[in-house]
């Protein structure tokens, strides 16, 4: 009897397989029902409608104002900087000074000067003595040419002679000319010297305190005709301040000359003081980008706009950092509404959005046609005119898309002037909501107020 060798029984594969399927059929149950549960939680959701925060429409002022910040200057202040170069001998003020108009502030040592005067003083002397001796040269030269001219028509000398008597006299004449003509040069030399050494010493322009002074004694200055000369102090009149902004060209439109400002001061946190815009420049000026995030972008265009400050009873120092609101304009028992809840729409209640989705869509059906400049500006006129600006009025649980026009606004509303009216709950919130969720006649839901703890 043969009998085989026995041999060991490989372990069959099927289960691992019926395993295999099993995870993959879980798996698929589980989707499913994923899918279904966020299917019934979205329809949950839209049969409860969006959740919105409204707030009534009102009557009330509206004040539009144009922020802005700068510094606080005084409305006059005077740079002293000398007219001649020299020395500083003499500095008998502190920067912080009360002075008053006369009181000598900067002294120049005048050694120099003085020497100049001397030396064209002594020169006018010289200059007058000459000029008395071309009289005298002259009186001599006339007195000859009288005798030679009678000797001449006696026939007593000849006519070389009598010519050279009447050309010593124009010769004496000349002489005697510029001799006076050498006075009064002199004389304009030794003013000037005199002018320069009296601008070695520099007098106060008017009452008020030395703001700034940059030189000590024994300091060496240019004058104001060496390129430029040097700023040695400025005298200012801080009894009356002005605080000077940049505002955009933008805001410029809106701002006159009168109009009321408040005023934060950074040194005074918990006070506010008033103004008014006294001057406006009338050229723009440009200020770069600052940052290296807009260094690539445009210049930024300002102009220049001072207000006085009409507070007087705190000491303001020049270069204080402050912000401005200028009201440039006020409208009394206007119907508002929240800034937030006014948006843009396209015909058919679009939202920008999908109103740029569609030109796009429209272009590209259109790529063949090539536009000129001209066109495409003509083009981009006709979509801007399709933009509406709305608001969501609520009515029972639904929203009503209404087009608006608007005025003024301030920092919290801004004016409607058709299209509501007061007291209609008006959605101001949220943002997304308003600016790309909600529909014309949409189920909403009123967002229920936080509670005190969660705002904790």
Partial sequence: MNSAPAASKPTPPAPRKKSNTLWWILGAIFLVGLLAGGAYYRKQQSAQGQLVTVEKAIVKTITQVVTATGKVQPEVEVKISPEVAGEIVELPFKEGAAVKKGD???????????????QQDANLVAAKASAVQANAQLLQAKSDFKRNEDLFNKKLISDSDYTTAKTNVDVAQANSDNAVAQIRRTEGSLNQARDQLSKTAIYAPMDGTISSRSNEV?????????YGGAEVMRVADLSSMELRVQVNENDIVNVKIGDHAIISIDAYPNR????????????????????????????????????RVADRDVQLRPGMSATTDIETQTVANVIAVPIQSVTVRAEGGLTT??????????????????LDAAAEKEAARRDREKLLKV???????????????????????????????????????????????????MVVQLEKPKKDDDKK
């Fill in 391 to 441: 608001v969501f009025v609520k009515q029972g649980d639904k929203v009503k898309l209404v087009k608006v026009e608007t005025g003024i606004a301030d920092n919290t509303h801004i004016e409607v002037k058709s299209g509501v009216k007061a007291g209609d709950e008006i959605v101001s919130g949220s943002y997304a909501a308003i600016s790309r969720k909600l529909k014309d006649d």
């Fill in 104 to 118: 000598l502030l900067i002294r120049i040592k005048p050694d120099l000067y003085q020497t100049q005067v001397d």
């Fill in 272 to 307: 506010k003081f008033s103004g008014t815009v006294r001057e406006i420049a009338s050229s723009a000026q440009g200020t770069a980008a600052t940052s290296q995030a807009t260094a690539q972008s445009s210049d930024v265009t300002n102009f220049l706009v001072k207000i």
């Fill in 353 to 370: 959005e999908e109103f740029q989705k569609k030109q796009a869509k429209a272009a590209e059906n259109k790529s063949g046609n090539t």
């Fill in 218 to 226: 024994g300091d060496r200055v240019a004058g104001v005709g060496s």
